[in-house]
């Protein structure tokens, strides 16, 4: 096993994170790791050979991606409010007015504007930490092994499920807004019962199951007067498994493959474990959901005005422990019509 390198403040990228260097040195932690036969000339390099190890877990936490958070996969993310910020305000527009004929020198124009609601977001910190004992330390080196990154990603995970969970059910409590929150005027789409008075797609025929989404279609169609026109329809896993196996009779076609070739507007069909009747956590109805929406940041996002970030390490006694936070202010929907709930498939 080599010795760790000696720190010299003059050579270029230490490769570790200055801040942690710092604490290592100035604790009670990698003196005694020094001094315990470990192989290292001193607290310095102690110091410097941890510091590496956490720059090394720090990274690998950072790079780490959980696609089966779907809302951080497949909802518009923005970074624009500015991680101080406390809370955010933004506006829900509607356009009005009508134009007519008008005759030579009229001076009646009929006025076209835009109104606009305003409504305030509040920001909230998401928190979690992961850390290392002496003895963990200890036992790194005696092993010549790494520290355990799984602790890292562990913490990364926390945070990305909170984020997620608050994208789709919002958090009433700390005022956060999500897709399915009851108080974000996403529109309610009636799902019309077939001759068993069932709802569910698993009960109904192929031509049933089009003519729900046809109806979802001109649903928003009518209320937005053919303004809005979605291009993603996330599904219940059961749902989406459904369509993706049942063949509409003669034709040789899946439902969903026939959906994706003839609907005129719609580009993606995603499924969302989120939206089953069984997860609680993200899904406040009970039953299972579909969601139409279009993916456009100016429709709506997922605002986080401060991604996972990692604090250098903090000395607790006989361990060290890096905190974690990320901040969000849930989902800011510009234009609730672009969306649309349909409960029950």
């Known amino acids: 096993m080599n010795k760790a390198t000696r720190y010299n403040p003059q050579m270029p990228s230490p490769g570790y994170d200055r801040a942690d260097f710092q604490a290592l040195l100035n604790s009670n932690i990698t003196p005694t790791l020094a001094a315990e036969n470990l192989r290292f000339d001193s607290a310095e390099d102690a110091s410097v050979f941890f510091a590496r190890e956490l720059d090394y877990i720090k990274s690998r936490s950072y790079d780490k991606l959980y696609p089966e958070f779907n809302a951080l996969s497949h909802f518009p993310i923005t970074h ?64 010549g092994k790494s520290l355990d990154v799984r602790r890292a990603e562990a913490a990364r995970y926390s945070i990305d499920r909170m984020m997620n969970v608050i994208a789709w059910a919002g958090d009433k409590k700390h005022k956060l807004m999500g897709m399915l929150s009851d108080d974000n005027n996403i529109p309610l789409y ?62 040789g076609l899946t439902v969903m493959k026939f959906i994706l070739e003839n609907a005129p507007y719609l580009k993606e069909i995603i499924s969302c474990a989120e939206l089953d009747a069984d997860n609680a956590d993200t899904n406040p109805y009970g039953q299972n959901v579909a969601l139409l929406y279009t993916n456009s940041a100016d429709k709506f996002s997922l605002e986080i005005p401060m991604a996972f970030y990692q604090y250098p390490l903090q000395n607790r006694n006989l361990e060290v422990i890096v905190p974690c936070e990320a901040r969000a202010a849930g989902i800011i929907l510009y234009y609730p019509l672009s969306a649309l709930i349909a409960v029950g498939i």
């Open 80 to 143: 624009e409010v500015p991680e101080g910020a406390e809370t955010m305000t933004y506006y829900s527009y509607e356009r009005v007015g009508m134009a007519k004929v008008i005759s030579n020198y009229a001076t009646d124009l009929p006025r076209a504007d835009v109104n606009g609601e305003s409504t305030s977001a509040i920001i909230r910190s998401i928190g979690a930490s992961y850390g290392y004992s002496v003895q963990d330390m200890r036992a790194s080196r005696f092993a």
């Open 190 to 251: 009636t799902l019309k019962a077939n001759g068993n008075g069932k709802t569910a797609w698993t009960d109904k025929s192929a031509s049933e199951i089009l003519d729900d989404i046809n109806g979802m279609f001109k649903f928003q169609a009518r209320l937005t007067q053919d303004v809005e026109r979605a291009d993603t329809l996330a599904l219940p896993s059961d749902s989406f498994i459904d369509i993706s196996t049942r063949q509409i009779p003669n034709t």
